[in-house]
């Protein structure tokens, strides 16, 4: 049970908590930051054992700290009270005369400290289990301050408790019987309301013994008063401290006796799932052999493959919030920040003003590489021809051909076909790396794909091969790809050596398309209709044409190139990943030996790993079926207390 005390400062809060437990602990001292006092039913603590727990407000005190004695723990606490403060001061309270509970005793709220009441609201309804024990000196009803901001937390006051204190004092004010009992009519409606006086703090109590005394005397004292106003009997069980002591301790045993079903409930499903789970691992280490692991080796490549297929093609199974990337992600985790040139220079742009799709949304698989090729178009379509010297245009155009006339259509081919090779090349080599990386990345996430698969157990109808008629199921646990990972590791690296084959063939075709200056020449005379200087002393003139006709040559060839590679990579890269990587990774897979497969698999560290799983199981269901059957004991003896006959005392009536 978890009780929260509130009230005006002074008011008695302390001293309830400490007649409640029955030990001198709180009373006395002003409280300026919260105190959790957890009551722990400890058998073998035949006399109390407090720890002050460490301080997390304050460095001096960064450890747990066992008292000699608890009456020691008031200097403890003062030690730790100063200034204001939220942080709670966590106390341990460990006897074996004490039921489990937490109590909490908050810094008084007096309607001066703001920070104070909004700190009690804060406890009031942070927790909607908690129970609330607003304490307050009596005085008439129409006064009670607490009741408003209980009222807050707690509205219809279904889990609140008054306890009015100091009612020695209130009661000298009631002159007859109907002054008395008019005002105990005004107690609040189906709301526990309890009266009581305490011992003062100023008066020592160095045993629990001797506050018990003062504690019952207290509660004689007033009930000496009421008889003699002539109370209603109807609130006979409303007056002393003694009768909030035994609402508490009830409400612990209801507690506990509204668990105990809910426990033992728990308790025998943890141990039936731990049985299932025992028979999947004795059923798996029986039928861990070779045509088991051929078995398991082939749905785990069907499934992966599968899997890979579903990405490229578009799935959101992997999660694309945490599994995807961004544009820039994606740079980073290559480690290619930006586009490089012909002299490794970055080329740095901003992606929305040059139209690359999807910059800023997290993807992966076939979308990823498709904004790869987008990325690729964008940096194509910007490249430049650059300068060109008049050196350059001079010595492309070499020997005079037969009539004697400079030949710079021959110039400008030249010219292109080098700056196109200089300068598509290292974007070519960056675009194979880079869809490289986006399919690698397949393998990881295509586990992450087979995993949810197999703990659904149900196959989805794209195939990932788990679960179809009844091979595998969410208990088969064998076919978990954690238990075999250098066999997944084998497969995920005969997996990348295919990419890493098909990048590096993708790459050769797309080499295809630099042309040689020949070839260029012949298109320009086939197609071309420029006319250029026949002269050779024409210097600016001749280059300003070379330059003209190169640069539309280099347009020319950028356009094709662009094309051509986006195809390329689509037929020589993307379309084997489809095609032949199943007949690649099936057929490697298949024709392995059945030592082959032990060793993949690592047979003799799998069969001890399932052993130690097996054992570790049935020790465990040892211990829930030895906890059930101690806690059915322990409930019964509590919820049944011993018959035993006792003659009555006069100090047991007291």
Known sequence: INAEYGGPAGDGKSSLIDAIVGQRLLAGRSSTRPVHLTLVHNAECSEPRVTVKRDAALPAYDHDERLASPGALGDALDARMGEFGETPVYVLYESAAVLNATLIDTPGVDGKNARAEALALRYLTDDAARRIVAVEAAKDFGAVTTLELVKRADPDLSRTTFVFSKFHAALRTFADSRALNRYLAQSYPDVPTYFASLPSSRVDCDTPAELRRRVVAAGVRDMRSLEALQHDKRHE????????????????????????????????????????????????????????????????????????????????????ASAGETLEDERRELGQEEWLDAHNRPIRFDPSEWKVLYADAKLYGGQQFERALSEFRAVMTHSKLGDVSVDEVASAAGL????????????????????????????????????????????????????????????????????????????????????????????????????????????????????????????????????????????????????ELADELFGEARARVTANVLLKMYNFFLVPLQTALATSLQGQITTLSDKSLEQLFHLPEMQARLAQKEKRSADQLRRLAEQDERFRAAAAAFSHPSTSKKTTTASDEQ
């Not at 630099?514 to 200087?533: A, C, I, N, Q, V």
């Not at 002393?537 to 001749?542: I, N």
Request: hydrophobic share 40%; net charge positive.
């Open 237 to 320: 069980k409303s007056f002393g401290a003694v009768n909030v002591r035994r609402a508490l301790l009830r409400a612990v045993w209801r507690a506990y006796q509204d668990g105990v079903p809910r426990v033992l409930k728990q308790l025998r499903a943890r141990a039936a799932t731990t049985d299932r789970e025992l028979r999947a691992q004795q059923a798996q280490l029986q039928a861990l052999d070779a045509s088991k692991l051929r078995s398991i080796a082939s749905h785990y490549v069907v499934a992966f493959l599968q899997a890979v297929q579903r990405l490229l093609e578009g799935t959101g199974d992997a999660n694309p």
């Open 400 to 547: 005079n051909r037969l009539n004697n006339v400079p030949n710079y259509g021959w110039a400008a081919s030249d010219i292109v076909a080098h700056k196109t090779r200089d300068a598509f090349a290292p974007l070519i080599e960056q675009l194979t790396a880079r869809v490289t990386y986006i399919v690698k990345r397949l393998a990881t996430l295509s586990d992450s794909i087979i995993e949810a698969q197999r703990v659904r157990g149900v196959a989805d109808r794209a195939g990932l091969g788990l679960g179809v008629g009844g091979v595998v199921d969410a208990g088969d646990d064998v076919y978990a790809p954690e238990h075999y990972p250098y066999f997944t590791h084998h497969v995920k690296d005969l997996f990348g050596k295919f990419v890493d084959a098909a990048a590096a063939a993708a790459k050769d075709k797309c080499a295809d398309e630099f042309y040689s200056t020949r070839t260029l020449y012949w298109h320009l005379s086939e197609y071309g209709d420029r006319k250029l200087p026949t002269d050779r002393a024409a210097g600016d003139e001749a280059r300003k044409a070379v330059l």
